[in-house]
């Protein structure tokens, strides 16, 4: 089945960097777009908002105007592979970072699985 295994949150200071990675396996990852989406810690539910995302062959990428200039999705198709690199980290970046799988090679903000997500906490 589907599995989407994030790791690299944690507790960073305001400007600091972190890196998240998520190991994908159970479906063929270069056929589908891939993103990362936030639940913020303040807002109860399930809802997940888009940070970036990234199609399947690498040439479209997504952010929210947020992180723009601050975060770079990337994946490694070879390796079954997606990566977040989160630098000049502020605090209202906090939160919990999910992998998620799109439906479609090239469609964003319409995925169907995600992984049990990894905290990140910016704080001084």
């Known amino acids: 089945q589907v599995q989407l295994v994030e790791s690299g949150g944690g507790l960073a200071q305001p400007g600091g960097s972190l890196r998240l990675s998520c190991a994908a396996s159970g479906f063929p990852f270069s056929a589908y777009a891939m993103s990362w989406a936030r639940q913020v810690t303040q807002n109860p539910g399930p809802n997940l908002d888009l940070?970036?995302?990234?199609?399947?062959?690498?040439?479209?990428?997504y952010y929210t105007d947020a992180v723009k200039g601050r975060f770079t999705i990337s994946r490694d198709n070879a390796k079954n592979m997606l990566y977040l690199e989160m630098n000049d980290l502020r605090p209202e970046d906090t939160g919990t970072y999910f992998c998620?799988?799109?439906?479609?090679?090239?469609?964003?903000?319409?995925?169907?699985?995600w992984g049990q997500g990894t905290q990140v906490t910016v704080s001084s």
């Open positions: 940070v970036a995302g990234l199609y399947s062959d690498g040439k479209y990428t």
């Open positions: 998620v799988k799109e439906r479609s090679a090239d469609y964003l903000n319409f995925f169907d699985t």
